[in-house]
């Protein structure tokens, strides 16, 4: 079976902070990794996705994570945050081959102006 | 709309009654999950669609949770006999196929609140 650890549940910062959301998965084979992001009041939407090639994942609002496969982590990395980007961040992860990702119980992050 | 919708969009009920949520994946998707979100957790797998027929429904937790797809498109999860533990955040998501490489694209909720 596959599992999610997200170390961080509360993350404070200021704007132009930077980020680092930890991610740990255990799954012996080949995963798919995400991170997912939930503003207030809206949808969850997916922020990036790791599948195979670069470990290095660019995503929107210049957020990145980087794939350690020896380290099992998928961290997520934002060099100055923004007041817009508090929100409720997930990563997930997929055994390979299969349709249904796991998620983690989520990092709340608050960003103050 | 262009979106997964969800109805209602809050749902109070009291402990034993039956309760319908409804989801309105993407216009075209054929893939569609069910997932619950209980407070400060993630969002946990309860069933999967493939078109009409559920693909994967091992996230069900009992036989008091029951979901149809008809027609291949909106999707319907019924509880039966609800309990206060039911209460919770229930997440619809479709994706184009059910393919591995395929985004999942999430509705807005409905929240369940059993009294």
């Known amino acids: 079976a596959q599992s999610v650890s997200q170390h961080n549940h509360h993350v404070i910062l200021s704007e132009a902070a930077s980020l680092e959301l930890g991610c740990n998965y255990s799954y012996g084979g080949t995963v798919n990794l995400f991170w997912y992001v939930q503003y207030p009041g809206q949808h969850l939407q997916l922020l990036l996705k790791?599948?195979?090639?670069?470990?290095l994942v660019k995503g929107i609002k210049g957020f990145e994570a980087e794939f350690i496969k020896s380290k099992f982590s998928f961290n997520l990395r934002k060099p100055s945050v923004q007041w817009s980007d508090t929100a409720e961040y997930f990563c997930?992860?997929?055994?390979?081959?299969?349709?249904?990702?796991?998620f983690g119980r989520g990092t709340s992050l608050i960003v103050h102006p | 709309g262009a979106g997964v919708s969800q109805t209602p969009s809050n749902k109070v009920t009291e402990k034993g009654k039956y309760v319908e949520l409804r989801c309105d994946p993407i216009?075209?998707?054929?893939?569609l999950y069910w997932y619950r979100q209980s407070l400060g957790q993630g969002p946990e797998f309860l069933i999967y669609f493939q078109g009409t027929g559920a693909a994967d429904d091992s996230g069900l937790p009992n036989d008091r949770f029951f979901a149809v797809r008809p027609e291949g498109s909106v999707s319907t999860l019924k509880i039966q006999r609800t309990e206060r533990g039911d209460s919770a955040v229930y997440l619809c998501?479709?994706?184009?196929?059910?393919?591995?490489?395929?985004?999942?694209?999430f509705g807005p909720g409905t929240r369940l609140t059993v009294l």
């Open positions: 790791y599948f195979s090639g670069d470990p």
């Open positions: 998501a479709s994706s184009l196929a059910g393919g591995a490489s395929n985004e999942q694209f």
């Open positions: 997930a992860v997929r055994g390979g081959g299969s349709y249904i990702p796991t």
């Open positions: 216009s075209g998707h054929t893939a």
